[in-house]
Antibody
Framework: EVQLVQSGAEVKKPGESLTISCKGS????????IIWVRQMPGKGLEWMGK????????TYSPSFEGHVTISADKSITTAYLQLSSLKASDTAVYYC??????????????????WGQGTLVTVSS | SYDLTQPPSVSVSPGQTAIITCSGD??????VCWFQQKPGQSPELVIY???KRPSGIPERFSGSNSGNTAILTISETQAMDEADYYC?????????FGGGTKLTVL
């Protein structure tokens, strides 16, 4: 069974840093990207970035570049989301998801077919 | 940056057809996915590559995409379909979500 299991809820103070993990199992970890999505309280989904587990190369949304680092360790089939200099506005649920890697006629057709359970991050002084 | 626009809310009576739109510049040139999210749960893929359904998704979920608009259609809507729905596409190697539509089944 394909599973993505994320690390547990975190409570942090402003200015601190945080790393969330996402462990994949039940599939070939390097055949899919891992993406990260933020959902602030009562708000919609925001695509943060993706990582290719074969080389741990990350691609970021302009909205998050410079504030987050996405990486992966294929030896332990785990991806990571690092958040630095946390602010109260980083309070959110963060999801990882598995992304297929498909291009059809030169058009990106990747889709997110399995999701982690989400990690609640609370930033408060 | 690329924007996807969805109506904030759509209401439908049980058994009727719900239509949720997603608009973006030349969206028909891209592939669109749709996700369902119920309160307290992770999103779930319900449509990919504009119109394909993952295994386990009922046939009453269908999708289309042309011009500047993608459409998620839910036929014979049931109470269990009440949820938030998000469209998603790719632009310049970056994923983009629509703002989400709250579907209410009255």
């Amino acid at each position: 069974e394909v599973q993505l299991v994320q690390s547990g809820a975190e409570v942090k103070k402003p200015g601190e840093s945080l790393t969330i993990s996402c462990k994949g199992s039940g599939y070939s970890f390097t055949n899919y990207w891992i993406i990260w999505v933020r959902q602030m309280p009562g708000k919609g989904l925001e695509w943060m970035g993706k990582v290719d587990p074969t080389n741990s190369y990350g691609t970021y949304s302009p909205s998050f570049e410079g504030h987050v680092t996405i990486s992966a360790d294929k030896s332990i089939t785990t991806a990571y989301l690092q958040l630095s200099s946390l602010k109260a506005s980083d309070t959110a649920v963060y999801y990882c998801a598995r992304s297929t890697v498909i291009t059809l006629g030169n058009v990106d057709a990747h889709h997110f077919d399995r999701w982690g359970q989400g990690t609640l991050v609370t930033v408060s002084s | 940056s690329y924007d996807l626009t969805q109506p904030p809310s759509v209401s439908v009576s049980p058994g009727q057809t719900a239509i949720i739109t997603c608009s973006g510049d030349r969206l028909g040139d891209k592939y669109v996915c749709w996700f369902q999210q119920k309160p307290g749960q992770s999103p779930e893929l319900v449509i990919y590559e504009d119109r394909k359904r993952p295994s386990g998704i009922p046939e009453r979920f269908s999708g289309s995409n042309s011009g500047n608009t993608a459409i998620l259609t839910i036929s014979e809507t049931q109470a269990m379909d009440e949820a938030d729905y998000y469209c998603q596409a790719w632009d310049s190697n970056t994923g983009v979500f629509g703002g989400g539509t709250k579907l209410t089944v009255l």
